[in-house]
């Protein structure tokens, strides 16, 4: 049972560099999201995605694009990285209908800018 | 004003005994959720228990229990039994919006546990 499966673990990027960071969730869920965790901090949400073929910003969206064509699939796009970009992403899923939730994050990509 | 708030930056607690992680929430939804969830030195995010805001009952995974406190917007974390594995750091968590609506996730800034042999 794989879960929730982000690649790679470890990214170090220059400034100006792009990449995708990639997230599969292999338990149908329809709920999918995108967060960034500074250290010493909590999680913030960067995109998040209701289904496939929608997706919506979060709190902290800038320097970020996403898309979501399969149900599985939710990567996270990084244009023009900057050093303010460098954190632990998190892809996470959930199930969400009507009163019950339940989430599962992946194992995180730390990504450094330099 | 603090979406969620967690007063408690650091807790100990002797091992095979109970304890109480705050959490406090700001919303004027009348739907959303509250998430508490485990971080252990690895790093890995681990979901621990769920509460809706129109469950009657307090939610209870094991030995996770939430204290869910509506009128005074509480939704506090007891763990029964301390285990030394329990040893991590705690979020505690909130979604504001109806179930396939706008979503809006906010997350405190944990709690650190430390449980004592």
């Not at chain 1, 209701?50 to 709190?59: F, S």
């Not at chain 2, 509250?34 to 209870?60: H, R, V």
Request: hydrophobic share 30%; with cysteine; charged share 15%.
């Amino acid at each position: 049972n794989a879960g929730v499966t982000q690649t790679p673990k470890f990214r170090i990027l220059k400034i100006g560099q792009s990449m995708t960071l990639q997230c599969t969730q292999d338990m149908n869920h329809n709920y999918m999201y995108w967060y960034r965790q500074d250290p010493g901090m909590g999680l913030k949400l960067i995109y998040y995605s209701v289904g496939a073929g929608i997706t919506d910003k979060g709190e902290v969206p800038n320097g970020y694009n996403v898309s979501r064509s399969t149900t599985e699939d939710f990567p996270l796009r990084l244009e023009l990285a900057a050093p303010s970009q460098t954190s632990v992403y998190f892809c996470a899923s959930s199930y969400l209908r009507g009163s019950t939730d339940t989430q599962y994050f992946g194992p995180g990509t730390r990504l450094t800018v330099l | 004003a603090q979406k969620i708030t967690q007063t408690q930056p650091g807790m100990f607690v002797q091992e095979k005994e109970a304890v109480t992680l705050d959490c406090t929430y700001d919303t004027s939804d009348q739907s959303y959720g509250l998430f508490w969830y485990k971080q252990p030195s690895s790093g890995e995010m681990i979901f621990l228990i769920y509460q809706g805001s129109y469950d009657e009952q307090n939610a209870t995974e094991g030995r996770y229990s939430l204290n869910f406190q509506k009128a005074r917007k509480s939704a506090n974390l007891v763990i029964s039994a301390s285990q030394l594995g329990d040893s991590a750091m705690y979020f505690c968590a909130m979604r504001e919006g109806p179930s396939g609506g706008y979503q809006k996730v906010t997350f405190g800034i944990g709690t650190k546990l430390q449980v004592i042999p």
